[in-house]
Structures are given as C-alpha cells and as structure tokens.
C-alpha cells in the first residue's frame, strides 16, 4: 500500500472510493484531510489537503520565515488591484476599455487605455496602505509619494504585454518589493539591486487568472477560482535545467551581437549543429507569458541588446520586469543575466533603466552568456 498526498479535487469524484472517503481533523493551516481510496489504483490511498488561499498561505508563509504582517499587508492590497484589473481585463470591449489612451509614457511608448486604467488601479489601491512609502510605476515618470513612514517601495509594470491587449493574448501584472531605506524618500532610495527584494510577483491574465508570488522563501502558484478567491494550486515549481525551448524577437536578428547571432544560429543547426538538438520556438511578446512557460516547463527568454540605439541596452525594464522575474526563475532553479553578469547583482542607475535579458533553463542561459564573455 502506498499513501500521496495531493490537492482536494485532484481525483474526479467517481474515481474516490465513497465507502472510504471520510474526513479527519488536522493541524493549521490545512482544517481537514481528506482520505480516499483511488478505484483506478486500489493499492494507493490518496491523503487530499484542501488548497489553501491566499491569505491562509500568506499568514502560514510569513510566521515560517518569521516575516513582518505588514509584508503580507503590501502584497494583500497589490493581489487585490490584480484582482480588479483582471476583471477590466475580461470585459474587454464589453467595458470599452480596449484601444489606445492617445498619449505617451515617460519611455515615448504609446500607452493603451488599459495600460493607464491598471497604472491608476494599482496607484489608489497602494495609496491606502500606510506600510507602503511609494512606489514607482513603468507608466509614471517620478516615483509617487504614499507615507513617508511606510516601510515598503512598490515597482511595477502594470500591464505587461499592452501590444496583446486589443487581440484577446495573455498579458499580466509585474510587481516588485523593496524596504524603504532610512531617510527622506527619493528615486535614489528605490536604486536597489534586484537582490535586496523582499518579494515580487506577476499575475497573468490569461486563460485562468494566476498569481505567482515569491517572498524569498520558493515560488507559490495561486489560480484565481470563480468566487474571487487566489486558491494555491502548485507549491515550488521547479525549472528544469536543459530544455529544448527558445523564445525570441527573431525579427531582430540583424541587429543583434555576434555572440547573440551565433548562439541562435547554433540552435536553429539543430541535431546536426554544435548543441546536437533540435529546438523549438515560442514567441508570445508578453514577457509575462513567456516567464510563466518557462516556470511551468523550462525554457529561455531573451531580448538582447541590439545596435538599434546605443542608448537602449535592451528593450525590457530592470526594475519593473527583469528583477522582479529574475527572482522568481531564480528561486525556481532557473537563472537570469543581461549577458554580463547576474541580473540581480546589477546596480540600477535610473528607474527606466533597460537591460539586456537572458533567463531560463540554466544549462542555456550559462552557455549563451559563456558565448558573450569569449
Ligand atoms: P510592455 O507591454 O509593458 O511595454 O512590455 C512589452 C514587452 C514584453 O512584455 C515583451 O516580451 C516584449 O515587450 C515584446 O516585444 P516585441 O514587440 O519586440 O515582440
Ligand atoms: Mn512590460
Ligand atoms: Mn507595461
């Protein structure tokens, strides 16, 4: 006989064995256990935790690792802004909140109206939590001032993925949490290395609202259920370290670094060339999406720096993107670099900063910045 342990609702119910399907009492956070008899595999006896919320997950979470209520706090009210974009986000036209805004970002970007709709949602929300210092936001040129008492700075890129928008494609919410240095608040104190974060997230609005949090402590998976809850539905995804996948803006191509266009040709040889396997390619242009792949199955994510505009060492956002993903694939076992060195050692000079991306799967993401140091 042998005895797993999974998630309530795991078996269909006909496959549980009534007769011996009873609950007993548990310890916290988990109120019951479930205990069942597989009839597919009478051998097995299947021990069922019900899934914990999110706030059940947060308030376990943070007496485990002995981290500060209000921690839980900031990441409650940004979950909670995530919740309302999403449902802006699935009435679509029906709420006549897609198209262009007609104006620009700091960043001379054309901003869609939900691009400014999900900036304001997050503003006014974190504005009602004293715990929060300021924040600054991909869609606002200074940081905004919340409470200079706060102990936390929030970053983040509310709608990842806006070309998507309009086409009904998966786009998310980034978001990254730093401790407000002592002193009067300015953009220098949120010039921190994506190593000091005391936590960051997404949630992607896709086929199902997901939220996936990191407080430093692994990577939990949260599905948003019909009730409005965040329900944790995976604990601790892990990265596989080779894979077959790439992502990339191939149409690019020629504007890419030598080390950049050999090692895509290298994969496009295939079996016959140096890395002697065949690849496959995604490209979905949410980088949210495709950072959710690769933490669900492994993969590399790159938008390399190009020749384009010398000022633009990249496309994509340090602060308000590639950190805060940075730390997720690292707690997952992946890995992230702008080509040089680890992405979360880089000490940040602006807020809009640009960088280099290259994170995933270690095996690749090692051997394409093994290429740039030659
Ligand atoms: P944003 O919508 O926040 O400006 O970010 C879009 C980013 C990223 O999500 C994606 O990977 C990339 O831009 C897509 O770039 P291409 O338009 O070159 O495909
Ligand atoms: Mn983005
Ligand atoms: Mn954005």
Known sequence: MRVEYGHANRLPESNISTQFKFNVTACEPYQTF??????????????????????????????????????????????????????????GALAGVLGEAGSSNVQDEAQKKLDVIANQILI?????NPAVAGLASEEEEQFVSINEQGRYLVLFDPLDGSSNIDINISVGTIFSILEK???????????????????????????????????????AVFTLDAGGQFVQTQLNPK?????????????????????????????????????????????????????????MRGGIFMYPKDARDPAKPGKLRLMYEANPLSLII????????NARESMLDIQPEGLHQRVAVIMGSREEVDYATRLHQQ
């Open 124 to 128: 006014d929300s974190l504005s009602t």
């Open 330 to 337: 690292e707690q997952a076992g992946g890995t992230s670099t």
């Open 181 to 219: 240095p002592a002193g009067p608040l300015s953009t220098q104190s949120f010039l921190q290395s994506g190593r000091a974060q005391v936590a960051s997230g997404y949630t992607l609005y896709g086929p199902q609202t997901q939220l996936v949090l990191c407080l430093s402590h692994g990577v």
């Open 239 to 295: 990265i596989p370290q080779a894979t077959r996948e790439f992502a990339i803006n191939m149409s690019n191509q020629r504007h890419w670094q030598p080390p950049m266009q050999q090692y895509i040709a290298e994969l496009l040889a295939g079996e016959t060339g140096p890395r002697g396997k065949n690849y496959n390619m995604r490209w979905v242009a949410s980088m949210v999406a495709e950072i959710h792949r690769i933490l």
């Open 34 to 91: 479930q205990v069942a008899f597989n009839t597919d595999n009478p051998q097995n006896i299947l021990i069922e935790l019900p899934m914990p919320t999110l706030s059940q997950f947060l308030q376990q979470h943070l007496a485990e690792h002995q981290l500060p209520a209000e921690l839980g706090s900031v990441v409650s009210t940004i979950v909670q802004a995530c919740q309302t974009i999403s449902g802006q986000v699935r009435q």
